[in-house]
């Protein structure tokens, strides 16, 4: 079957602007997560979802960045008030159910640039 | 908080000889995941091996295979038999079990295999 999809899979704004980054799990997957991952870096935790909530929002780094999973599927990354340091990739994974022992299964990213 | 933490940012290999990377981690838990996520340039993270903190015995998959040693928080990943597709960032990852499941990454090393 498809694995994780994320689009687009580049995006590039100016400082100050809007942007949402989109992420399609594996069908069947109820859990989700985001990280961010900046250059020389290893991904880092964002956020990560149980179905249609948010389970753990700890590593959101300010209230500029939000994310929605509204029917349990599909979820979308919603950074405002874009700054030149959210440059980044930005990573979302699935796995089955979010058991600690399961796989995450990880998309391609979406290369963020805020110029 | 837990650390993990790669101290080989760079690692070179000649094609079908054997590599060890190298992973050390903090945490005052005794249950826990670690984990081994390959990626490729331009490709995908994919999972390459996982160790459960519990069990004793090293896994291994294929040619790859880890050493842990629990009490020196040491999780080494040994690539037998070298082959150009190996190449890419290796990422040692620590999952807590009793966390909501996000990963925690190293920064990673860039394995480059030769011809």
């Known amino acids: 079957g498809a694995g994780v999809s994320q689009t687009p899979s580049n995006k590039v704004t100016e400082k100050g602007k809007y942007v949402e980054l989109r992420c399609d799990p594996i069908?069947?997957?109820?859990?989700l997560y985001w990280y961010r991952q900046s250059l020389g870096q290893g991904p880092e935790f964002l956020i990560y979802f149980q179905g249609t909530g948010a389970a753990d929002d700890s590593g959101l780094p300010n209230d500029r960045f939000f994310a929605v999973r509204p029917e349990g599927s599909v979820s979308t990354l919603k950074i405002q008030r874009t700054e030149r340091g959210d440059s980044a990739m930005y990573l979302c994974?699935?796995?089955?159910?979010?058991?600690?022992?399961?796989?995450?299964?990880f998309g391609p990213g979406t290369r963020l640039l805020v110029l | 908080a837990q650390t993990v933490t790669q101290s080989q940012p760079e690692m070179s290999v000649q094609e079908a000889e054997t590599v060890t990377l190298s992973c050390t981690y903090d945490?005052?838990?005794?249950?826990?995941?670690l984990f081994w996520y390959k990626q490729p340039p331009s490709r995908q993270m994919i999972l390459v091996i996982r160790?459960?903190?519990?069990?004793?015995q090293n896994a291994t998959e294929n040619r790859f295979s880890v050493n842990f040693q629990k009490a020196a928080k040491s999780f080494s990943l040994k690539i037998s038999d070298s082959q150009l597709g190996d190449a890419a960032m290796y990422f040692c990852a620590y999952r807590s079990a009793g966390s909501q499941g996000n990963l925690i990454f190293g920064k990673g090393t860039k394995l480059s295999v030769k011809p």
């Open positions: 160790q459960e903190a519990y069990k004793q």
């Open positions: 994974a699935s796995s089955l159910g979010g058991g600690v022992q399961e796989t995450q299964y």
């Open positions: 069908s069947g997957h109820t859990a």
């Open positions: 945490t005052s838990e005794s249950d826990y995941y």
